[in-house]
């Protein structure tokens, strides 16, 4: 079976930092390409950062979390993180991992559940 299990997610204050995990299994973890895409209340939801399959040498990152956000990703684990830094209240959003059977995040095969951000002002 597979599954995308987001955690990490929480409440923080703006400015802080928070680190979300996103671990796999029930595929092989380095033929897909993993991204991070979150949804805010009354809005869509939209791509935050991508790492690419096999060795995870590209990046991808949305302008607005571009120098804020780093995404990585432990193989040996299949465990992808998003580490968060400078949060501001904009970024309180539901995030999800995904994961594309491709060389980066083109059409997401699977998802996970999603995981609470909120930034307090």
């Known amino acids: 079976e597979v599954q995308l299990v987001e955690s990490g997610g929480g409440l923080v204050q703006a400015g802080g930092s928070l680190r979300l995990s996103c671990a796999a299994s029930?595929?092989?973890?380095?033929?897909?390409?993993i991204g991070w895409f979150r949804q805010a209340p009354g809005k869509e939801r939209e791509g935050v950062s991508c790492i690419g399959s096999s060795d995870r040498s590209s990046t991808y990152y949305t302008d607005s979390v571009k120098g804020r956000f780093t995404i990585s990703s432990d193989n040996a684990k299949n465990t992808v993180y998003l580490q968060m830094n400078s949060l501001k209240p904009e970024d309180t959003a539901v995030y999800y991992c995904a994961a594309a059977r491709s060389d980066f995040c083109y059409g997401m095969d699977y998802w996970g559940k999603g995981t609470l951000v909120t930034v307090s002002s």
């Open positions: 029930g595929f092989t973890f380095d033929d897909y390409a």
